[in-house]
């Protein structure tokens, strides 16, 4: 008589360990997917606006025209955050350069300042859920061996008892137990993939950022747009390392 194997045989013949392992498993699937799913709609919405917004900004009459059409074309937000960033410090020093913890700092170190820091801020929010993704990628094929090791662990102390073993016997547990290794290897690579995707995707958005944030320092400390390719200010300085 052929033994049962599958599956739900693997499920019911499984103690609390292999069912919490398999559960883990599952959980981490789904939030890897979720976090995959939000970070490519982020990617490709960067790709999508953000050449449109830069246009907008640049070819608007006055600043003020400016900072609205960036926020009206920037879905992502980024953009115009530092937009809103520098001219609120330039606005800011030209209003209180005489007094405050910022007399005597010049237009450009204030306004560099302001762009570092949202710069810092725009590179945190990009590269939330990467580390998730990465340690969702390193730890869940382990997480599948272990459940593997504990099911033919659990499948032979099942079979002590027999007077008689037969290959039958042993095949069908461990290859159910063989299972988990595959669910982790299912977890893991579309992480590992997703990963390596969208960290390229985010260092174009945050190289994209660094440029626009050297021109705009340039417009606004000096009434002139930077040519490409100029470094006016060592903003990259800031960069932090890539994080979740």
């Not at 498993?25 to 997917?33: E, F, I, P, Y």
């Not at 400016?66 to 960033?85: C, P, Q, V």
Request: hydrophobic fraction near 50%.
């Amino acid at each position: 008589m052929r033994m049962e194997t599958g599956l739900a045989h693997f499920w019911a013949q499984g103690d609390w360990l292999t069912h919490a392992v398999a559960i883990l498993l599952a959980v981490l699937s789904v939030a890897s997917w979720y976090v995959i799913a939000a970070k490519a709609y982020g990617v490709w919405q960067a790709r999508r606006c953000h050449a449109r917004a830069l246009a907008s900004f640049w070819g608007a009459p006055s600043l003020p025209a400016a900072i609205e059409a960036i926020r009206r074309e920037d879905r992502t937000g980024i953009l115009a955050s530092l937009a809103i960033a520098g001219a609120n410090a330039a606005e800011l020093h030209r209003l209180h350069a005489d007094r405050g913890i910022g007399a005597g700092v010049s237009v450009s170190e204030f306004v560099t300042r302001s762009l570092r820091s949202q710069i810092v801020e725009a590179q945190a929010s990009i590269e939330s859920g990467l580390t998730f993704l990465a340690s969702v990628g390193s730890t869940a094929p382990f997480i599948g061996l272990f459940g593997t090791v504990w099911g033919i662990y659990h499948a032979l102390v099942g079979l002590s008892g027999a007077t008689q073993v037969v290959l039958d016997k042993v095949a069908g547990p461990v290859g159910e137990a063989l299972i988990m290794t595959a669910a982790g290897l299912f977890v893991a690579i579309p992480a590992v993939l997703a990963y390596n995707a969208c960290a390229r995707g985010n260092r174009l958005t945050l190289a994209r950022l660094d440029g626009f944030a050297h021109d705009l320092h340039a417009y606004l400390t000096t009434g002139l747009r930077g040519r490409p390719g100029d470094k006016l200010v060592d903003l990259g300085a800031v960069r932090v390392s890539r994080s979740g």
